[in-house]
């Protein structure tokens, strides 16, 4: 199983960014798949998540409202639209995805099996 982020960089507050991953090596499809970050000196923590079983959504409070996620079966592909950027969102973000099938997704990153490389968002203010 592969994930690569991409589509991070620099940015002014309040601006916008498109994150995108793409997975191979498994059935995409089948898996709850969520995006998380990390900042200097801090736990990583989840952002927002998307389930294979329904396609429910689940966002942290911090994002809820500015970052919309959402997924392409097809293309194997996962995305993070991030709006009203805050210097706060400053991190590193990662995807990966959880092997558990048939539940809905959860933002607690210790659950998630298969992580890519992250992609860097600084946010300037």
């Known amino acids: 199983v592969q994930l690569q982020a991409s589509g991070g960089g620099l940015v002014q507050s309040g601006g916008s960014l498109r994150l995108s991953c793409v997975a191979s090596?498994?059935?995409?499809?089948?898996?709850?798949i969520g995006w998380f970050r990390q900042a200097p000196g801090k736990e990583r923590e989840g952002v927002s998540c998307?389930?294979?079983?329904?396609?429910?959504?689940r966002y942290d409070d911090s994002v809820r409202g500015r970052f919309t996620i959402s997924r392409d079966n097809a293309k194997k592909m996962l995305y993070l639209q991030m709006d009203n950027l805050k210097p706060e969102d400053t991190a590193v973000y990662y995807c990966?995805?959880?092997?558990?099938?048939?539940?809905?997704?959860?933002?607690?990153?210790?659950?998630?099996?298969?992580w890519g490389k992250g992609t860097l968002v600084t946010v300037s203010s």
């Open positions: 990966a995805i959880d092997n558990l099938v048939g539940v809905r997704c959860t933002t607690h990153y210790y659950e998630y099996d298969y």
């Open positions: 090596g498994l059935n995409f499809a089948a898996y709850n």
């Open positions: 998307i389930s294979s079983k329904d396609g429910s959504i």
